[in-house]
């Protein structure tokens, strides 16, 4: 079992940058694709960014070049950094990560963190 813990949703203005982070913690595991998604009010839950464990990233057109995904691996970490927001941005934002059981690695399972606010005033 994984758990993955966000921190750094904030009220920022238009313009500004944040950065988000999420840990993941729990018994031997291994972590495959981290990635952050997104919810705003009313809508579906997408895709943000992606990394997989060598460090290929993939992000959504609405976010590329201001988004920035990153990992560190020896830290079981994920962070994003967001640059030059806007109004749209303002969602709940998801960690996301694919993991196994290090006694059952072909065993993968998805897991969620619990969200981070992210407002971004006009």
């Known amino acids: 079992q994984v758990q993955l813990v966000e921190s750094g949703g904030d009220l920022v203005q238009a313009g500004g940058s944040l950065r988000l982070s999420c840990v993941a913690s729990?018994?031997?595991?291994?972590?495959?694709?981290m990635g952050w998604y997104r919810q705003a009010l009313g809508k579906p839950r997408e895709l943000v960014a992606t990394?997989?464990?060598?460090?290929?990233?993939n992000y959504a057109d609405s976010v590329k070049g201001r988004f920035t995904i990153s990992r560190d691996n020896s830290k079981n970490t994920v962070d994003l950094q967001m640059t030059s927001l806007k109004p749209d941005d303002t969602a709940v934002y998801y960690c996301?990560?694919?993991?196994?059981?290090?006694?059952?690695?072909?065993?993968?399972?998805?897991?969620w963190g619990q969200g981070t606010q992210v407002t971004v005033s006009s």
């Open positions: 996301y990560a694919r993991g196994a059981a290090a006694a059952t690695p072909n065993r993968w399972n998805q897991y």
């Open positions: 729990g018994s031997t595991f291994i972590l495959g694709v």
């Open positions: 990394i997989n464990s060598l460090g290929a990233t």
